[in-house]
Nanobody, 126 residues
Framework: VQLQACGGGVVQPGGSLRLSCVDS????????VAWFRQPPGKERHFVAY????????SYSDSVRGRFTISRDDAKNTVYLEMNDLNSEDTAVYYC????????????????????WGKGTQVTVSS
């Protein structure tokens, strides 16, 4: 896979954005995919995860109920729909993929993902 995250921008508090993670090679259906984010001056941490075919998803506590991860393997794309955004969501968002991170308790570990795209900036500001 060769990943590229896009769709970031500036949005007001309470607004919405949809991020896309596109695989330019066309092999994404064989990979699980996760989104991570890195706020200014802080470490990168887990946001959301989708297994192959999208049957299993997982979210961090801070975004559960506001963000939705989904995938369209025909388009080699994974999406992150973000609603009710607030200033704490301001960060660079990265997508990551791997073939061996199974659904379960370790999906949040960034060290387990071998493929990363360049990030996209999301800024929530009035």
């Amino acid at each position: 896979v060769q990943l590229q995250a896009c769709g970031g921008g500036v949005v007001q508090p309470g607004g919405s954005l949809r991020l896309s993670c596109v695989d330019s090679i066309g092999a994404l259906s064989s990979y699980v995919v996760a989104w991570f984010r890195q706020p200014p001056g802080k470490e990168r941490h887990f946001v959301a995860y989708t297994g192959r075919s999208g049957g299993y998803t997982s979210y961090s506590d801070s975004v559960r109920g506001r963000f939705t991860i989904s995938r369209d393997d025909a388009k080699n794309t994974v999406y992150l729909e973000m609603n009710d955004l607030n200033s704490e969501d301001t960060a660079v968002y990265y997508c990551a993929a791997d073939q061996n991170v199974g659904a379960g308790q370790y999906v949040y570990r960034k060290s387990l993902y071998n493929y990363w795209g360049k990030g996209t900036q999301v800024t929530v500001s009035s």
